[in-house]
Structure formats: structure tokens, C-alpha cells
């Protein structure tokens, strides 16, 4: 019987804090929010716009990047071949391709170097995740980039590119910096 009247006053006491919070929201001091309302209800109501029409997106196909990149200092192919004096430049068709020969110079990132056994290397990134190593002498790049020198923060390549007159090539140096992975 006793738990019976601590329910039942229980369930009174919540009863009376609902009513209590119920009176407060009864306030009339709403005045001129009700005033408010009542003008814009007696406004005429207006024409909603449809929503516009987006044309549908076409996607471009880039298909230039096997040429020279936008943003690289042009070549003056003029001023090279008269450099390098008409010599009989040209690429070694004989000598094998290496790994790194298959990908853009630019596609290649140097991501570190390392002293192992005397010798000093320079790590290099393709663009398929693999790490390898290089020294002066190896080949990269699709443009014959043969490595002449390497630094604590770069590698310098030297390319052998056609000079745009028949059977002409010139030499052309080029730059990869260290990055962080």
C-alpha cells in the first residue's frame, strides 16, 4: 500500500510540473509577434520562380600530356643547336632501356638519398609507387635523360631531345628536387 501512495504522489508531482510548465508558455506577451503574422498573412501571396535548369556537366578529356608542360620555361631550340656546334649528338638505340626510361621526367619525384657501401644513391618515385635507386650515369625519362650529377636536394638530368630539323638533337638540362612523400 505505501509503494501504491509513492507512485500515486509521484505521478502528482509530475502532473503538476507539466501543468506548471504549460502555464508558462500561456503568457500574452506575444502582442506583436501575433501583429507581425497577421501582416504578413494579409499580404496576397507571390509566384514561387522554378528552379532553374542546369545543363548537364560534359567532362574533358586532357590528352596532351605527353607534350611539353604549360608551365616548364620554353626551349630555344635555335640557340642549343648553335651550343652544341652540329656535333654527331644522338641517342644509343643499342644500349638497353632502363625501369625509369618508361615515365615522364616530370612524372618522377627524388624522395630521398642514401650512402650504402661507399656509394651514394638517389631515391627516385614513379608514378605506380615504386621507390629506386640511382647514381650518376643511370637513364630516366623518356627524352634519353642520362643522370650527370646528384646533390643532398636534386639530380640533375641531361636530356637528349630533337632539335626539330632532321636527324638534329641537342642536349638539355633538367632538374628534379627533393619533395616529401
Request: proline share 6%.
Amino acid at each position: 500500500m505505501r509503494s501504491e501512495m509513492r507512485t500515486w504522489r509521484r505521478q502528482l508531482l509530475a502532473l503538476l510540473m507539466l501543468s506548471a510548465s504549460f502555464a508558462g508558455c500561456a503568457d500574452s506577451r506575444f502582442d506583436d509577434l501575433d501583429a507581425f503574422m497577421a501582416e504578413k498573412r494579409a499580404r496576397p501571396g507571390g509566384v514561387i520562380e522554378p528552379i532553374p535548369s542546369f545543363k548537364a556537366y560534359e567532362p574533358f578529356a586532357y590528352a596532351a600530356t605527353t607534350l611539353r608542360s604549360p608551365f616548364d620555361r620554353p626551349v630555344d631550340i635555335r640557340q642549343l643547336a648553335a651550343l652544341s656546334g652540329r656535333t654527331a649528338l644522338r641517342p644509343d638505340a643499342s644500349r638497353p632501356r632502363e625501369y625509369l626510361e618508361r615515365f615522364t621526367l616530370d612524372s618522377l619525384l627524388m624522395v630521398g638519398s642514401l650512402a650504402r657501401g661507399g656509394q651514394d644513391w638517389t631515391l627516385i618515385k614513379d608514378p605506380d609507387g615504386g621507390i629506386h635507386r640511382v647514381q650518376v650515369g643511370h637513364f630516366l625519362g623518356r627524352d634519353h635523360g642520362r643522370i650527370a650529377e646528384m646533390g643532398a636536394t636534386y639530380v640533375a638530368v641531361i636530356e637528349i631531345v630533337p632539335d626539330g630539323t632532321e636527324d638534329g638533337w641537342v642536349e638539355r638540362p633538367r632538374t628534379i628536387e627533393l619533395t616529401g612523400m
